[in-house]
């Protein structure tokens, strides 16, 4: 840390750098919040004094919780207790909550009658379940692209999956899937319903189509498109999805997988244990149905309530409102970095509008570059001297920006990301902006340390909170993979 990477310049940010889009479109929808989000009105330190209202752009890694979430989750305190498997009143309270929680969920993703709805820790068990559950999963047996987010790309890579590079269009890469189903048969397509790098969203209706036609079954990693985009299993046709609640308003360690029973049904117990059994003799076990089958241990009723009570929020406010305001802010915010000079964003599949915000196809999530500063370096200056939370590296999808590296949309292979969410506002975009515009001004105005120390501020004088400062030396840098 003695290795100061960046000194400051002698300029500090002046109010005439500020960045101010034209307000006027989409300035009714984007003023305030959709929704009210826990910590909205959180106020955090900066390196030279002070203190600045946290503007939360890292929607994509975990969403905070809606206050309706958290509210339910008190009610649900004072009862908390075991799950199928007490006879008092609480214990018989949260085992009703929990399964009402679990017919909650599958309406909210539009789930079939004979669908079976899964509760897990999040995304990435969920994946792992169903991969567990393929039939006779023989190498090549499943097919993904290669955008995927390591969550949707790792289950598969350990059955011997084969992967499909995605082309310079939506349509290219049907047809580069198209010619992978046909060249062999599969047993899955696994494909993410948005990119969580650059937000866009591959056509699903096709490849469920295309899938269907290869007798093969689609996935469809919800992660990022269920927050921000209507999912019906029923309607699609989609043969499983799966999706987290810290991502959906719900931070409680609960997600899902749902999706066609007779697969989940068939396979191995996920996880051997209580609860996922009929009878046990010594040598010989009876296993329960799904979804029982796979839920093995005392189950998180909290956060399947929680995630139910962001379902229920979220459907509420209709798809149209949630769209409306996430494309009004996508459109500020893709125009004010266009007219940042040096600043670059990721596109997999550039619109022939040029990417604004008319582009249907993708949601509040985006990943750019700001010449001349390393990605870590510009999520650290945001935090630092701005207050605004990011997230910068390479997004648990190194293929995909190791090809964004390749294609020289990023000289130290790592992007930072904006992602917005039910309570992002035009002011949070334009904090960003305006920091982005001092950066390319006059450069920091702190000193931060070497690369290989993560560029973190040098020094750091913002004191963690009282409750937390006992037992932390200080801020802890990222993990940036
Ligand atoms: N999967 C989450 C992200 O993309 C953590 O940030």
Not at 125 to 138: E, F, H, I
Not at 144 to 172: F, K
Not at 261 to 266: I, T
């Amino acid at each position: 840390m003695s290795i100061l990477a960046v000194q400051p310049s002698l300029a500090s940010p002046a109010p005439s750098d500020r960045v101010a889009p034209d307000t006027a479109a989409g300035e009714e929808s984007t003023a305030h919040p959709l929704a009210e989000v826990i910590g909205a009105d959180l106020t955090v330190p900066l390196v030279h004094g002070g203190a600045a209202r946290y503007v939360n752009l890292d929607y994509a890694a975990s969403a905070p919780a809606l206050r309706a979430v958290a509210d339910r989750v008190a009610e649900l305190l004072p009862l908390y207790s075991s799950v199928h498997r007490g006879a008092g009143y609480a214990s018989a309270v949260c085992t009703s909550a929990y399964e009402a929680a679990r017919a909650e969920i599958g309406r909210f993703v539009g789930a079939r009658d004979d669908d079976v709805v899964i509760l897990t820790r999040n995304t990435t068990d969920a994946l792992n379940l169903l991969a567990a559950a393929v039939p006779g999963a023989a190498p090549g047996g499943v097919v993904h692209l290669d955008i995927e987010h390591h969550a949707n790309l790792l289950p598969w890579q350990r059955l011997g999956s084969r992967v499909v590079q995605a082309g310079g269009t939506r349509a290219q890469t049907v047809a580069a899937v198209a010619a992978e189903l046909a060249a062999a048969p599969a047993a899955l397509l696994a494909v993410t319903g948005a990119s969580n790098v650059t937000g866009e969203c591959p056509p699903l209706a096709e490849l469920t189509a295309l899938a269907h036609r290869h007798g093969a079954r689609i996935v469809v990693d919800g992660a990022q498109l269920v927050p921000h985009r209507r999912v019906s299993l029923a309607a699609s046709g989609v043969d499983y999805l799966a999706f987290s609640g810290h991502k959906l308003y719900a931070p409680y360690g609960a997600g899902v997988l749902v999706g066609r029973r007779d697969w989940l049904e068939s396979a191995p117990p996920y996880l051997a244990g209580g609860g996922a059994v009929r009878e046990v003799r010594l040598g010989r076990t009876e296993w329960a149905d799904a979804p029982a089958r796979h839920e093995a241990g005392t189950p998180n009723v909290i956060g399947a309530v929680a995630l139910a009570a962001a379902c229920r929020t979220v459907a509420a406010l209709g798809p149209d409102a949630v769209s409306a305001h996430e494309r009004a802010l996508l459109g500020r915010l893709t125009e004010g970095l266009a007219a940042i000079d040096g600043v670059r964003t990721f596109r997999l599949w550039p619109s022939a509008s040029g990417g604004g915000g008319d582009d249907l196809d993708r949601i509040g999530v985006l990943t750019f570059t700001v010449d001349g500063y390393p990605a870590a370096l510009v999520a650290q200056y945001l935090s630092a001297e701005h207050g605004v939370g990011v997230r910068d590296g390479r997004f648990c999808a190194h293929p995909l920006l190791a090809r964004f590296a390749a294609d020289g949309v990023t000289a130290d292979g790592a992007g930072v990301r904006a992602s917005l969410g039910l309570g992002s506002r035009a002011e949070d975009v334009d904090r960003l902006l305006a920091a982005l515009a001092s950066l390319r001004a006059h450069g920091p105005a702190w000193t931060y340390a070497a690369p290989e120390a993560g560029y973190v501020p040098v020094p750091d004088p913002r004191a963690l909170p009282d409750w937390l400062a006992s037992a932390a030396a200080g801020p802890a840098a990222p993990c940036s993979a």
